[in-house]
């Protein structure tokens, strides 16, 4: 099968295989049934030799986390390197964010058909450091999907509250916000989408949301999945997440997996959390 019609598959089940037993403690056999994902995103870090280190343990430690899916997120120079380094291996690798337009005057832009040049599986979107820190609208972030699936490239798309959203005991509200135009793209697009609860005071701070508090919102958005018919469409977690908050996040029934940013960028963390 190529690439691309894999992609017209359902994101969740395609590729996948049995889970571990030991991962599947806590869950149910349907949860099982979504492969465990974690993917890395290395924001702007790196340089040719550091990524060319980097990919090499990541290879070579690959097979301990044999029961998981396992990506990177790389910044754009990067993709050819990335796509030479792990072309015959098990991990597969993205980009951090993709143009809405196909083409055109968009300087500094990316679209997604340059991203599937270069072979590549997964584009984040809706990163909240892009929210924030580019002004992408929940909108945009829809339309941003939109263009990678007519690629065939899976979009991971980001969501989560800011602390004071939280404190104002919102989070629902504006997750519910933020996936309104992407679940409005239909059961069949989000079906080959993967999510990603990313609660903002928790990324790159050292403070992982609790299990608890995680699943909370998961089963919320599984909700929302579920009632548009999309249910098995993979949550991953990301906020702080290490080998050592790993294994409690991943026990618990909706959470797929997890995209780790600082984590990621050092291969025996980032294996030690694929392997728990
Ligand atoms: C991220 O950037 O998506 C992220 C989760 O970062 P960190 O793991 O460093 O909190």
């Given at each position: 099968m190529s690439h691309t019609m894999a992609q017209h598959k359902t994101e969740s089940t395609e590729r996948s295989t049995a889970r571990e037993p030991a991962q599947a403690v806590g869950r149910t056999a349907l949860a099982a049934s979504r492969r465990r994902l974690v993917m890395g995103n290395w924001k702007m870090h790196g340089g040719r030799a550091a990524n060319a280190a980097l990919l090499r343990g990541l290879m070579a430690g690959a097979g301990g986390a044999a029961g998981c899916e396992l990506a990177v997120c790389v910044p754009f120079p990067y993709l050819a390197q990335a796509r030479e380094a792990l072309?015959?291996?098990s991990i597969s690798w993205g980009a951090q964010d993709v143009s809405a337009?196909?083409?055109?005057?968009?300087?500094g832009e990316v679209s997604a058909a340059m991203l599937a040049d270069f072979a590549c599986r997964w584009t984040l979107v809706g990163h909240s450091e892009r929210r924030a820190m580019h002004g992408e609208t929940d909108q945009l972030v829809a339309a941003k999907a939109a263009a990678a699936l007519a690629a065939g490239i899976t979009p991971v798309v980001c969501v989560g509250e800011s602390l004071a959203e939280r404190e104002a005991a919102c989070t629902n509200d504006v997750i519910s916000r933020q996936l309104a135009p992407v679940l409005a793209l239909g059961a069949a697009s989000v079906m080959r989408m993967v999510l990603a609860y990313e609660p903002v005071w928790a990324i790159g701070t050292g403070r992982s949301a609790s299990p608890e508090q995680a699943q909370s919102v998961h089963a919320h958005i599984r909700q929302a999945l579920s009632a548009l018919g999309a249910g098995p469409v993979r949550i991953l977690y990301g906020g702080s997440v290490k080998a050592a908050n790993a294994a409690n996040l991943f026990v618990?029934?909706?959470?797929?997996g997890a995209l780790v940013g600082?984590?990621?960028?050092v291969a025996e963390e980032f294996l030690r959390i694929a392997a728990v």
């Open positions: 072309g015959n291996s337009h196909d083409h055109g005057a968009y300087t618990m029934p909706d959470i797929d600082g984590a990621s960028l």
